[in-house]
């Protein structure tokens, strides 16, 4: 369901649309969502639990992998707007990754990346409305979920319907069943995606029916204490003996959490304050402990840290349910060492806008981030270009991209594989430049002009490379093929003053295009030579 950032004043409950979403985990806010939308959640939660014996029955399949672990897996969606910018960075990304695998790691359930994050642009879900635009983010994320896996869309904003002060984090929503959360709440920190998890696996608030309500006003003009109902359900007694156990039917359904009149959203420690003590509907105290380690609470992250054991099993029966449970085990080998960027780099410049970037394969990776960030003269990153803005993930050691000419890039790689995100097997930041596609001329060179002659070739597949340079100087010599890949290496010349002509015997090398690189200490020209048959 919902999480929130602020406080925000008390307000009525909105009526949604059926189809709505349900509200999120954290603290500081108000408005969540429908009650009519929470109660999709339960009746998921109860039919599992009347269906306990025969879904339980198939609990043996889930040991089909040959360990206990069930393995979920997940479709990352990632949401920029139309002009394609804005999205999470794949750091904070895999982080979020590691978060979820660690705090459900005691529950036997780790979750794996099922395909490469999706890139959408899209203004509509980038910044996802309450109001007018819900209904087309639903339908959108309909149109684009990938079935058979969890699918969660990561956006920059979801904005509250006016005259609502709180910020929603992320919900989750029964149909099209898919999890929506902010970008700013996916790191390493942040419980927010293990929250929405639980309710996409049954669980509700522990304190449902009070997701818009201060309990402190409601008392007021209830004789000190809660109402018997809130939200059209039972309010949850504190366990006594003798007294009345409404446990199994009441707010969350579970017994192991303990009643929770939605405190955590107005106090900033991990307790009710003891200075405004609460009530029951039976005038029986609620100790300081309530609900505020559970993660389905709106108590703050540094709070939550458990599932109830109650909570445990509703979360198994409903993987069960979904067929969680049959999935092949991913590959969870560790990945081995750093990939080592091939090309380009400072050494071999990207020699046309239209490159092949290249690394070593990683033993057991599974996947490669690729981070490419433009730079300065001076090295920096430009204000306007987030760090991570230019980002892919793929399965292959290589991706082709379309860079902009005449720029100065960086770019880095990192290997995973299908569930192990907290690691960093990353190779360091290399630098590179690209040039326009016929040929380029580093403004600082010493050459005053060059070309290659004849081109295209002829048949013999003989050149000559003329040099003008404006005082003598040496110069190195390379050849590359259209993959960047070098066919030639570094031969030295040296060049006086003046006009220098080499020939160059390129009859060794297939038809095709090929790059002459011509380095000198002042700078450097690359030339695009075409081979005859």
């Known amino acids: 369901m919902k999480k929130y950032l602020l406080h925000a004043a008390l307000c009525m409950p909105m009526l949604w649309a059926a189809q709505s979403s349900y ?102 879900l980038y910044d996802n409305e309450d109001d007018n635009n819900r209904s087309m983010s639903m339908y959108l994320m309909s149109v ?45 920190t942040s419980k927010t995606l293990s929250h929405e998890i639980g309710h996409f696996l049954s669980l509700a608030h522990p304190f449902v029916g009070w997701e818009n309500e201060d309990y402190y006003d409601v008392a007021a ?72 380690d559970n993660y389905m609470s709106y108590f703050n992250d540094a709070c939550t840290d458990k599932f109830s054991n109650e909570q445990k099993e509703a ?14 085990k991913p590959d969870t080998t560790p990945v081995v060492g750093n990939p080592s960027i091939e090309w380009p780099n400072s050494a071999a410049p990207a020699p046309y806008t239209v490159t092949q970037l290249r690394w070593t394969p990683v033993q057991n990776a599974v996947y490669y981030a690729v981070t490419i960030d433009e730079m300065l003269f001076n090295g920096t990153i430009p204000s306007n270009v987030r760090p991570g803005q230019g980002q892919w993930v793929t399965k292959d050691p ?38 326009n596609w016929i040929s380029s001329v580093n403004s600082t060179s010493n050459i005053q002009s060059s070309r290659v002659f004849p081109n295209p070739t002829g048949s013999n597949k003989q050149v000559s ?25 570094k031969q030295n010349l040296v060049l006086v003053q003046g006009s220098n002509i080499q020939t160059m015997d390129l009859s060794m090398f297939k038809a095709g295009i090929y790059f002459v690189n011509i380095e000198t200490s002042a700078g450097n020209v690359t030339h695009k030579v075409i081979l005859s048959e």
């Open 465 to 489: 490379l003329e040099v003008s340079v404006a005082n003598n100087t040496e110069a190195n010599v390379s050849i590359q093929n259209a993959l960047g890949q070098q066919v030639m290496g």
């Open 221 to 292: 003009v209830s004789g000190g204490k809660a109402p018997r109902t809130m939200g059209n359900r039972q309010v949850e007694m504190v366990a006594r003996t003798g007294g009345t156990d409404n446990c199994r039917l009441a707010a969350d359904g579970f017994c192991d959490t303990k009643p929770d009149y939605n405190f955590g959203l107005y106090v900033s420690t991990c307790n009710i304050n003891p200075a405004r003590p609460a009530f029951d509907p039976d005038s029986v105290r609620l100790d300081n402990a309530s609900a505020a």
């Open 23 to 124: 509200a999120q985990h954290q603290h500081r806010g108000s408005c969540g969502t429908t009650i009519e939308s929470q109660d999709g959640v339960l009746d998921r939660m109860f039919a599992n639990r009347r269906e306990r014996e025969s879904l339980l029955a198939r609990r043996d399949l889930m040991y089909r992998s040959g360990d206990s672990i069930t393995y979920i897996p997940i479709q990352f969606h990632i949401v920029g707007n139309n002009n394609g910018t804005g999205y999470i960075d794949l750091d904070n990304l895999y982080a979020g990754m590691c978060r979820i695998n660690n705090d459900y790691r005691d529950q036997n359930i780790q979750f794996f990346m099922y395909g490469p994050p999706i890139y959408l642009n899209n203004d509509n």
């Open 315 to 328: 979360i198994v029966l409903d993987v069960i349910q979904r067929g969680y449970d049959r999935l092949a």
């Open 398 to 435: 290589y991706l082709w991209v379309t860079l902009d000419p005449n720029k100065d890039y960086r770019w880095r790689v990192r290997a995973t594989n299908a569930v192990d995100f907290c690691g960093f097997n990353a190779s360091p930041f290399e630098n590179f430049e690209t040039f």
């Open 144 to 188: 684009y979920k990938t079935p058979g896996a969890m699918n969660i869309f990561v956006g920059n904003n979801i904005i509250d319907p006016p005259g609502q002060n709180g910020r929603t984090l992320a919900y989750y929503t029964p149909y099209p069943d898919v999890i929506y959360s902010i970008k700013s709440t996916i790191n390493s």
